[in-house]
């Protein structure tokens, strides 16, 4: 059975980088079979996807929401069997719970504990 | 971008009754393999979702009988058979295409009358 486990501080200073990790157990980052997704939860935006990872043909993929592509990035790191979320510049409305997830084909089967981030000065 | 939209947004259901849910999507998740992507997450007070139903009908590991999932196209419903004290949260429905992938619905709030 998956366990995803968060870590990150939970203030981030305006125009700074948001940085977060998801501690995988019971799963590989490099699967065939699943990709590594980040979602935040926010109660003027709802759940909303961010982006995810995956190993497929011997290279990995990412894959990014329109909303936040030219400000994030998600990293495996086989090592540590983890991947985490960068999201630059952040402003107050990046102020979210913000949630790891696996993703069994368009299935997201299991979830992260959640790490709400504030951002303020 | 696709657009999933629940009704009620809210639902007050005596324990032992049943309680059913509705979610209508702008553009159907069916998938060029016939697989249709649509899902249902259940998120208890201070707890992260839980996903209790894929691909439209397909129960998760752990989740109860009671909890059951239909619909095609663009219409899909979740259904309860006998609410419980524990089922008492927010429900949403989630779309996995086409891209972008993963939209959700606003959530429907399940409490006990």
């Known amino acids: 059975q998956v366990e995803l486990q968060q870590s990150g501080p939970g203030l981030v200073e305006p125009s700074q980088t948001l940085s977060l990790t998801c501690d995988i157990s019971?799963?590989?980052?490099?699967?065939?079979?699943?990709?590594w997704s980040w979602i935040r939860q926010s109660p003027s935006r709802g759940l909303e996807w961010l982006g995810r990872?995956?190993?497929?043909?011997?290279?990995?993929?990412?894959e990014y929401a329109v909303s936040v592509k030219s400000r994030i990035i998600i990293n495996p790191d086989t090592s540590r069997n983890h991947f985490s979320l960068q999201l630059s510049s952040v402003t107050p409305e990046d102020t979210a719970i913000y949630y790891c997830?696996?993703?069994?084909?368009?299935?997201?089967?299991?979830w992260g504990q959640g790490t709400l981030v504030t951002v303020s000065s | 971008d696709v657009v999933m939209t629940q009704s009620p947004l809210s639902l007050s259901v005596t324990l032992g009754q049943p309680a059913s849910i509705s979610c209508r999507s702008s553009q159907s998740p069916l998938y060029r393999d016939g697989s249709t992507f649509l899902n249902w997450f259940q998120q208890r007070p201070g707890q992260s979702p839980r996903r209790l139903i894929y691909?439209?009908?397909n129960r998760g590991s752990g989740v109860p009988d009671r909890f059951s999932g239909s619909g095609s196209g663009t219409d899909f419903t979740l259904k309860i058979s006998r609410v419980e004290a524990e089922d008492v949260g927010v429900y949403y429905c989630m779309q996995g295409t086409p891209w972008p992938p993963y939209v959700f619905g606003q959530g429907t709030k399940l409490e006990i009358k």
């Open positions: 990872t995956y190993f497929y043909q011997s290279k990995w993929n990412y």
């Open positions: 691909n439209v009908s």
């Open positions: 019971g799963d590989s980052v490099s699967s065939n079979s699943a990709a």
């Open positions: 997830a696996r993703d069994r084909t368009y299935d997201l089967d299991s």
